[in-house]
């Protein structure tokens, strides 16, 4: 399975960005696409999670900015991030797997290989 991230770059605080995610693979059947980010000094954390069915998860720091979707037919994934702010900066990775915890994090078996996700104040 192979997933590649794009629509990284460099935005204002108060900007928005969508980051897309296209996965393919004879074998790629998930459940369950995601994104994680991962900033300076800081652990991976879970930032949005959808399942092929449209039911979406989020972390508390995104609830409200940020939504996630699912076009399953393409097998793609898109975070649509509003008003972002400096917190935001980040690699976001998007990732695919066959369930979900209870915080609502996806139990991610694939991932994409990141993209960096600047916002300036």
């Known amino acids: 399975v192979q997933l590649r991230a794009s629509g990284g770059g460099l935005v204002q605080a108060g900007d928005s960005l969508r980051l897309s995610c296209g996965a393919s693979g004879p074998t790629f059947s998930p459940t369950y696409m995601g994104w994680f980010r991962q900033s300076p000094g800081k652990e991976r954390e879970f930032v949005a999670t959808?399942?092929?069915?449209?039911?979406?998860w989020y972390a508390d720091s995104v609830k409200g900015r940020f939504i996630i979707s699912v076009d399953s037919a393409k097998n793609t994934v898109s975070l649509q991030m509003n008003s972002m702010n400096t917190d935001d900066t980040a690699v976001y990775y998007c990732?695919?797997?066959?369930?979900?915890?209870?915080?609502?994090?996806?139990?991610?078996?694939?991932w994409g290989q990141g993209t960096l996700v600047t916002v300036s104040s």
């Open positions: 990732a695919a797997g066959p369930a979900v915890r209870g915080t609502g994090a996806l139990v991610a078996t694939s």
């Open positions: 959808i399942s092929f069915g449209g039911k979406a």
